[in-house]
Every structure is written in structure tokens, then in C-alpha cells.
């Protein structure tokens, strides 16, 4: 998420190399560029090649959901099928599904509270 914020807080059409923000956030480069190819992979991440490329947010942080970057990493959010409100099935055991989660804050969110933190 740190790597995230980092990125929500680059101002429009600016980029950042993996590199920058793994030194930066203390986190191994070859973790980020797996993570950052599965976000990109899925539309959350778009980047962009040669010496002024890098990685950018696809869309607006407000618009960036904690629940979609999970999601887009680890699967549904929800510890059974249905009770997730992006991936349901019924089950056998329930006629109506109950316990879905209120959706995520965004990456601006996050980033804001961090700002004033800092």
C-alpha cells in the first residue's frame, strides 16, 4: 500500500520507476515489480517504457479502491463464496447471502490520513 500511496501522491502525468519507490518505502524491488505487474495486469497500474517512463495510477486515486487492490492481488475479500460481493456463489448452506463487506476507503484517503500524520 505504501508503494500505492506513493504513486497517488505523483502529480498528473508524472511516473515513477520501481526502483525509486522501493528505495524509498524500504521494500524490495523485486516484490514490487511482481506486485506492480499484477496491477498493472489488472488495470490499476499503467506504465510507461524509456527513460521518462515508469509507473503511474490508471485513474485518480479517489477512484482507486483498497478492496479492488486486495482483490487484485489476493483474490475476494470475503472468506466464503457467498458472502463476497465481487466473486458470489450460494452455497448449500444459505438462501440468502448476508455478512458482505461495505466497500474499501480509496488510495486518496489513505494517503491523506498519511499526510497528516507526517
Known sequence: MKALVALARLGPGETAFVTEIATRNDIPKKFLDTTFLELRNTGILRSKKGPNGGY????PATEIMIGQVIRALDGPLA???????TAFEACDDCNDPVGRSPPAGSLHAIGQA????D
Do not use: D, M, T
Open 56 to 59: 503511474s495510477l490508471s485513474k
Open 79 to 85: 472468506p466464503i463464496r457467498c458472502a463476497s460481493r
Open 114 to 117: 498519511e499526510a497528516h500524520r
